[in-house]
């Protein structure tokens, strides 16, 4: 691992543990077996370290949403989106829970750039939801709030999912494909597919 990647990894630790306001620069040196100096030249200021990760964590969360949007049948769309969505909050557990909880402790011009990342990022969400309401896949009187809650519902993996629980990740995707479904009164189909064409773009994108 680079020093770089210690870097990262101490601040996503650090961050996802203890919040970006609880989390001092020495605490970060720390955890990267830096001097304080020393991680100054890694880093930059403790700001630009959170946002090189949360423009990084969704710029590629947009990548893949982006070729997701390339599926014609909006439920299948939609039920990629949420396979993304889980998949990704159950594996990168830390960087989604930094993305989703720190937003508000960016300074106002940084908050501007992350905030038009996140919005492309639910822009495709709220397409998709639309674009089944048109065609008659989905049934809802308000997309903007179904768009809310199912990445609501989709982002809270991140808090409890374990790889040793009884479920497999490929299972509780399912679910939750069935779960989104239903709330929009769609009719469930299987998702097995679905799961393995997302694995795989998430292979791509995120590569370990």
């Given at each position: 691992m680079t020093t770089e990647q210690r870097v990262r990894q101490a601040a996503l630790e650090l961050f996802a543990a203890?919040?970006?306001?609880?989390?001092?620069?020495?605490?970060?040196?720390?955890?990267?077996?830096?001097?304080?100096?020393?991680?100054?030249?890694?880093?930059?200021?403790?700001?630009?370290?959170?946002?090189?990760?949360?423009?990084?964590?969704?710029?590629?969360?947009n990548r893949a949403a982006a070729r997701i949007a390339e599926t014609e049948d909006a439920q299948d769309r939609l039920a990629k989106l949420v396979a993304l969505h889980v998949m990704?909050?159950?594996?990168?557990?830390?960087?989604?829970?930094?993305v989703d909880n720190e937003m508000?402790?960016?300074?106002?011009?940084?908050?501007?750039?992350?905030?038009?990342?996140?919005?492309?990022?639910?822009?495709?969400w709220q397409q998709a939801i639309e674009n089944g309401c048109a065609q008659r896949r989905f049934h809802t009187n308000a997309p903007g709030v179904a768009r809310l809650a199912l990445l609501e519902m989709c982002g809270g993996i991140s808090r409890w999912y374990s790889p040793d629980g009884p479920l497999s990740l490929d299972d509780i995707v399912l679910h939750y494909i069935d779960m989104a479904l239903g709330m929009l009164h769609a009719q469930p189909e299987p998702g097995q597919r679905v799961v393995n064409e997302v694995a795989g773009l998430i292979a791509e994108i995120w590569p370990q």
């Amino acid at each position: 691992m680079t020093t770089e990647q210690r870097v990262r990894q101490a601040a996503l630790e650090l961050f996802a543990a203890r919040g970006f306001h609880g989390t001092g620069i020495r605490d970060l040196a720390v955890s990267a077996g830096l001097s304080s100096a020393t991680l100054y030249h890694y880093m930059g200021t403790k700001e630009d370290l959170l946002v090189a990760i949360m423009r990084e964590s969704l710029t590629r969360l947009n990548r893949a949403a982006a070729r997701i949007a390339e599926t014609e049948d909006a439920q299948d769309r939609l039920a990629k989106l949420v396979a993304l969505h889980v998949m990704t909050h159950a594996v990168q557990q830390l960087e989604t829970r930094v993305v989703d909880n720190e937003m508000r402790a960016l300074s106002p011009q940084p908050r501007k750039e992350i905030l038009k990342l996140r919005d492309e990022y639910e822009a495709f969400w709220q397409q998709a939801i639309e674009n089944g309401c048109a065609q008659r896949r989905f049934h809802t009187n308000a997309p903007g709030v179904a768009r809310l809650a199912l990445l609501e519902m989709c982002g809270g993996i991140s808090r409890w999912y374990s790889p040793d629980g009884p479920l497999s990740l490929d299972d509780i995707v399912l679910h939750y494909i069935d779960m989104a479904l239903g709330m929009l009164h769609a009719q469930p189909e299987p998702g097995q597919r679905v799961v393995n064409e997302v694995a795989g773009l998430i292979a791509e994108i995120w590569p370990q």
